[in-house]
């Protein structure tokens, strides 16, 4: 696809240092790339830093602290329960603030099997996507979709569960639809949305 987006507002929406800065550097360098960039890269430099942090939270914060230390619990009233907030909670929280902060783009946590209903897909790419980063959770789901008059990139990637913490919170929690998942299963997918 070359659909391109001006780079001066890329690098603001990670947020964070990490290989995104790395992958928006070596690209940056090439002569024939100065001043634009793909928006499938740009989805892809921003999943990069979703992941690592998604990742980071879940495995040295939550799993390390919950069940191999056991001195604090997750839940999702953490609020009520001085617990930690789960990993899908402090995502949304993060995409949340990322919204206010910015608003060339959006991005969400979705599932085939959501605990929330709220986070079950809504489109027809958003559940297509899923469907096939469920199949394959190597592979990207990229296109293109209109919604409300506008146009958009759309990227789904797959969300994997990485630590016990993970797959237990899914397959004990009274709300969720399948309780068979373990380490390295895809439990739902993360959609990046981009106008066009």
């Given at each position: 696809m070359r659909t391109y987006v001006k780079l001066a507002g890329a690098a603001v929406m990670a947020g964070s240092i990490t290989a995104?800065?790395?992958?928006?550097?070596?690209?940056?360098?090439?002569?024939?790339?100065?001043?634009?960039?793909?928006?499938?890269?740009?989805?892809?430099?921003?999943?990069?830093?979703?992941?690592?942090?998604?990742?980071?939270?879940?495995?040295?914060?939550?799993?390390?602290?919950?069940?191999?230390?056991?001195?604090?619990?997750?839940?999702?009233?953490?609020?009520?329960?001085?617990?930690?907030?789960?990993?899908?909670?402090?995502?949304?929280?993060?995409?949340?603030?990322?919204?206010?902060?910015?608003?060339?783009?959006s991005y969400s946590l979705l599932s085939l099997w959501p605990v929330n209903k709220q986070n079950a897909p809504r489109t027809e790419l958003e559940k297509q996507g899923l469907k096939a980063v469920a199949d394959d959770k190597t592979k990207p789901v990229y296109g293109e979709e209109t919604l409300g008059g506008k146009k958009y990139f759309t990227a789904v990637y797959a969300d994997v569960a990485v630590a016990p913490a993970c797959f237990n919170c899914h397959n004990d929690h009274p709300e969720s639809p399948r309780k068979d998942f373990k380490l390295g299963d895809v439990l739902g997918g993360v959609v990046i949305r981009i106008p066009m």
């Open positions: 995104a800065t790395a992958a928006y550097a070596a690209f940056w360098s090439k002569d024939d790339n100065k001043g634009s960039l793909p928006l499938q890269k740009v989805a892809d430099m921003l999943h990069t830093v979703m992941d690592s942090d998604r990742f980071i939270y879940t495995t040295k914060v939550v799993n390390r602290l919950m069940l191999d230390e056991k001195v604090i619990k997750a839940d999702e009233h953490f609020m009520d329960k001085k617990a930690l907030p789960l990993p899908a909670q402090m995502f949304r929280f993060g995409a949340e603030r990322a919204a206010e902060k910015n608003k060339t783009f």
